[in-house]
């Protein structure tokens, strides 16, 4: 890995992000300030999280630490998403959004069991 743009789940996280950013902008529009916004940022935050911890991977804790926060946000978006398909069922996105999260999710989990396993810290 010579770049965090190697990563497979920092791919994966800027996909769905700009996913979830243009189909958010598809919601009402007293919506887009408001859950729409929220969704927004928390997607995006997967993988600028990913990106920062990465710039941090000489310290194995605190690589660590990131993935977990990114872990963190992933969740977030997964909890608003559902929220948002109860709200708006006539969006079928978010279901199909909710399947890819989930399985970033067990991505970015698995990463993290990697890092504490085989991650070498140099001090």
């Not at 992000?17 to 919601?27: C, E, G, M, P, R």
């Not at 194995?60 to 963190?72: M, T, V």
């Amino acid at each position: 890995m010579s770049s965090y743009r190697d990563l497979e789940i920092y791919k994966i996280s800027f996909d769905l992000a700009i996913k979830v950013h243009n189909i958010s902008l598809k919601l009402p529009q007293f919506e887009l300030y408001e859950q729409g916004n929220q969704i927004r940022r928390a997607s995006k935050r997967i993988s600028e999280t990913i990106v920062e911890g990465y710039g941090r991977k000489r310290y194995k804790d605190e690589f660590i630490r990131f993935l977990i926060f990114a872990h963190s946000s992933s969740d977030e978006v997964t909890s608003q998403i559902v929220m948002l398909d109860r709200l708006y069922p006539e969006f079928e996105d978010w279901k199909e959004l909710l399947k890819e999260y989930e399985e970033l999710g067990k991505k970015i989990n698995s990463f993290i069991q990697f890092v504490e396993r085989e991650w070498i810290s140099k001090k």
